[in-house]
């Protein structure tokens, strides 16, 4: 059931079955997580921190898409489920793969979100102009496949309430890149290794 891409922070394994930790990239989640959650930063200064410092975006260029930090937030790939959770939640040819031993599991869900892109073209003084625009939308929950992502977790527990989507200020933004208040990466993620 592999993707085109994994979610920021992984990759796929050899075979392409399961995802194993981006260290680089699962440095910049546990960042957002601890910044939002932990810190009270908005998730608007995050992102303004993140290209303020150069943090590469999950899908390239340059500056982070505004409404990433709190996709990211509320995505199951990096929250904690425990074994009873994810048993309930996946097919029953998965179920007996899971290790129950396990302690934690991310839950990416497969069929979720169908991604339709259609070329547009534009009149303008010089031509006709061509581009593409992409359209994201969640299908229904009932047809979602839950796929178990074993390791660690990213989201701690005491986190998750304060990083939940709150409103975003300019001004404390602002404040941040003015005084370059802004915390530096952590360092566990660098020796993160998916159990």
Not at 120 to 131: A, D, H, I, K, T
Not at 180 to 189: L, V
Request: glycine share 8%; hydrophobic share 35%.
């Amino acid at each position: 059931m592999a993707g085109s891409h994994p979610p920021y922070g992984f990759q796929y394994n050899d075979a392409r079955e399961n995802y194993v930790v981006d260290p680089e990239k699962m440095t910049a989640i546990e960042r957002i997580f601890r910044m939002v959650g932990a810190e009270g930063h908005t998730m608007n200064a995050t992102r303004l921190a993140f290209n303020c410092e150069g943090v590469r975006p999950p899908f390239g260029g340059r500056f982070w898409p505004p409404k990433y930090i709190r996709e990211a937030i509320k995505d199951d790939v990096y929250r904690f489920h425990t074994y009873e959770e994810v048993a309930v939640l996946v097919s029953e040819e998965m179920a007996p793969r899971l290790d129950p031993e396990k302690k934690r599991y991310g839950v990416w869900w497969f069929n979720r979100r169908p991604y339709v892109t259609n070329q547009v073209s534009v009149s303008g003084p010089e031509g006709r102009n061509y581009r593409r625009t992409t359209k994201v939308f969640d299908k229904p929950r009932s047809g979602w496949i839950a796929v178990p992502v074993p390791g660690r977790e990213y989201r701690a527990r005491t986190w998750t309430p304060r990083a939940r989507p709150s409103r975003i200020t300019g001004a404390r933004a602002k404040a941040g890149i003015a005084t370059g208040n802004f915390p530096a990466a952590s360092s566990t993620a660098a020796s993160a290794v998916v159990e």
